[in-house]
């Protein structure tokens, strides 16, 4: 499926339950969700034959198993009714509903799956309910196990239905609801239960927000350090609104943890504010825990602009938290791609309303996720080496980048399939697929994929490449093209096509082609191909180079077979590039 | 609670703080306040007006039957916060053809309204 399909169709997503799943439906479908859905249910409490059904095709894009632990788990239904149990056999049937999900996963893109919950006034019995075969105990041993049996299901994302219930408080369960219309929640869990899968449908398709710009004074700590001095700001010490600003600060200190980068932008005078964040003793983030900042009197959609840029991400990966309502208002209506969330007056509120985010999720956690910051840290130092060069090609050649190229394997498989997902910019077709429709369409001798990490004298960029070819009738055809914007214009995207040459050249093929679908974000990748030196039919949107005449590996991009292949360098020797002499590097200007 | 109306503590059941306004008055903004969160789950051409002419069941009404039994059930909730008290609004089957009182908001109004005063067997909050 292409994005540009994707942008078109409503997204199909289907429920399974055996409860009334109906006024859940109705949020996707008629809430303020930017994503477009049309839902269809399951028959109702048909969870069993739901899951198991035999078609090959694709039953809809999305699923949400949202069910009862009473119906699924029957052991569980006699433990309610105080029965002795088999424990044994108790966990043997949620790992039979575990088969079944695993089982559907061929159906959808990812499988959501509600955890087990029970209503507060089941109250089992009483002070044994943790105890022995207590109700609540077996209920959390059910979960785990679920959670175990789903660990390497990538496709299928167990969700904590019990957050939902505990935000609802007593009247998350409705007796009334259920006797009239079997719906076994309140409709405000069902809305926000909704929300969430919203944003994990968002995280799969989109990607998650990688940036958090915050303001200083009154929201990263409380007063005008320009009119206090850092020395009287109220952060920490025996001061409540002292400890929740420092509470904020580690709540922002975590994302950072998990590869979310922080900027700041600041009405500041920048040297004042730096002070205070290198010499309070009490303050939690430094210096050094920021990618970027500007700190200056510049109006602040402008800075986070500017900041963005500096970044190399895109509008859409930001988040920007201010405790002053117009900046907040200004920033939205200047730059609707940032998110920018409302933000409580109260500043007791101020760590617990960041934690709640969701905009933050990430259905894949990487390796590469988690070492963001190292990355945007060796940007900074491959930018400033820069300046110490004279010309573009000079400083390309000094940075000794290395391309290893590696087939689709079990140790690549998430980052590829979440790299296919996410780039926007250098993409030549947009292709979105799960990695259950990657593998299917692997499974023929004419089709090829490789993933591309590359490194350089300043770090490793880590997995950052993808090129697919379909070969037929003697030629072969690009599929997926991608580079990440992290490597974009250092010649990577030269090195993949000569790459697919020598490969195609090699396969005793006569043409290479690239069949280019726009979209509204990946003019970065037409450029290239303009430059490519590719002949381009402009009807047909199509790029071909004759194999006839070799394609010219790029001066200075090593490309090494991965350690699993033989080791050997395919190509090392500097060639000239095709491009036209003087053409202008690629300029990223966001992310991917 | 107590037979004098007071629960454990001796403190007095609450009455509905009405802001001066009558108590149909403060019934009306409570179903207002229901309409605008069941109108999240309805499509935007099918959304309710907040007035006291709105049709909840029967023709011209928006509402299918899970829609009024979701109104019904967020009304309950918020006529307890308001109120104090719980009121239950299905006492009598709204689905029945001899329920009159969902026909509208304001025969809604009207019904709870009697019922807040003259509650002989409230229950508390």
């Not at chain 1, 249910?41 to 035999?54: C, D, K, M, N, Y």
């Not at chain 1, 997926?480 to 090195?495: N, Y």
Request: include cysteine; aromatic fraction near 10%; charge should be negative.
């Amino acid at each position: 499926m292409t994005a540009s399909n994707t942008e078109r169709k409503a997204l199909k997503l289907y429920l399974i339950s055996d409860f009334n799943l109906e006024t859940m439906g109705n949020y996707f479908v008629n809430g303020n969700s930017s994503l477009q859905m049309s839902v269809s249910s399951a028959p109702f409490g048909q969870v069993f034959p739901a899951l198991l059904q035999t078609s090959d095709s694709p039953l809809a894009d999305f699923a949400v198993v949202w069910t009862s632990p009473e119906i699924i788990v029957p052991s569980f239904a006699e433990s309610l009714n105080h029965a002795a149990i088999d424990e044994d056999r108790l966990l043997s049937e949620v790992h039979e509903f575990a088969e079944c999900l695993r089982k559907a996963q061929k159906h959808f893109r990812a499988i959501f799956v509600m955890s087990w919950t029970l209503p507060y006034y089941r109250r089992g019995n009483g002070i044994l309910s943790l105890k022995g075969q207590g109700s609540r105990k077996l209920l959390l041993k059910m979960n785990l196990k679920l959670a175990e049996e789903l660990e390497d299901c990538e496709s299928i994302y167990l969700l904590d239905a019990q957050r939902w219930l505990e935000a609802v408080g007593k009247n998350s369960y409705s007796p009334k609801l259920w006797y009239m219309t079997k719906a076994r929640f309140h409709a405000d869990v069902f809305r926000r239960a909704a929300r969430e899968v919203e944003a994990a449908i968002s995280a799969v398709l989109e990607g998650s927000r990688k940036l958090v710009i915050v303001d200083l004074d009154n929201t990263l700590w409380g007063g005008v350090v320009g009119d206090l001095g850092w020395q009287n700001l109220k952060l920490g010490g025996h001061d409540y609104l002292g400890e929740a600003f420092v509470d904020f600060q580690k709540a922002l200190k975590s994302l950072r943890n998990r590869g979310v980068l922080l900027a700041i932008a600041s009405k500041n005078e920048e040297s004042v504010a730096l002070e205070a964040l290198s010499k309070h003793p009490e303050m939690v983030l430094r210096p050094e825990d920021f990618a970027a900042w500007r700190i200056n009197w510049n109006d602040k959609a402008a800075n986070i602009v500017e900041l963005a840029a500096e970044l190399n991400l895109g509008l859409q990966s930001a988040v920007f938290i201010d405790d002053n309502p117009v900046e907040r208002a200004r920033v939205r209506e200047a730059l609707p791609e940032v998110h920018v969330p409302d933000w409580p007056e109260d500043k007791t509120l101020f760590a617990s309303r960041f934690l709640e985010l969701d905009c933050f999720d990430s259905p894949y956690p990487t390796a590469e996720d988690a070492a963001r910051n190292q990355l945007y840290a060796d940007e900074r130092q491959r930018a400033r080496s820069r300046k110490t060069v004279n010309s573009a090609e000079e400083w390309l050649l000094s940075l000794d980048t290395e391309c290893t190229v590696e087939e689709l394997s079990d140790a690549n498989r998430v980052r590829v399939v979440q790299l296919l997902n996410k780039t926007n910019q250098m993409n030549l077709t947009t292709r979105r697929v799960s990695e259950h429709e990657l593998q299917r369409w692997l499974g023929q001798d004419s089709r090829k994929l490789w993933a591309f990490r590359v490194k350089d004298k300043f770090g490793d960029s880590g997995l950052t490449g993808i090129l697919s070819l379909e070969m037929k009738s003697g030629m072969a055809c690009i599929i997926d093209f991608v580079l990440s914007c992290r490597v974009f214009g250092r010649k990577v995207e030269d090195a993949m096509v000569a790459f697919a040459a020598e490969y195609c050249t090699a396969a005793g093929l006569g043409e290479l082609r690239a069949n280019y679908i726009p979209t509204a974000k990946n003019k970065p990748c037409f450029s290239f191909w303009m430059s490519s030196g590719f002949s381009y039919n402009e009807k047909e949107n199509r790029f071909r180079w004759p194999l006839s005449k070799a394609y010219p590996f790029p001066v200075g991009v090593k490309i090494h077979r991965s350690a699993t292949a033989t080791g050997d360098i395919l190509h090392s020797q500097p060639q000239r590039s095709p491009h036209a002499e003087g053409a202008a590097l690629p300029v990223f200007t966001n992310s991917d | 609670m107590n037979m004098d109306g007071t629960n454990f503590l001796g403190s007095s059941v609450k009455e509905p703080s009405t802001n001066g306004t009558s108590l149909f008055d403060g019934i009306l903004r409570v179903m207002y306040d229901s309409i605008a969160e069941v109108n999240l789950q309805l499509p935007e051409n099918q959304r309710m007006g907040k007035s006291p002419d709105t049709i909840l069941l029967g023709d011209g009404g928006k509402l299918d039957s899970l829609g009024l039994v979701n109104f019904i059930v967020i009304t309950e909730q918020k006529l307890e916060e308001f109120l104090g008290v719980r009121i239950d609004l299905t006492e009598n089957d709204p689905f029945s053809p001899t329920t009159g009182h969902f026909r509208t908001v304001q025969s809604l109004a009207t019904y709870i309204c009697e019922l807040a005063e003259n509650r002989p067997g409230r229950e508390l909050a």
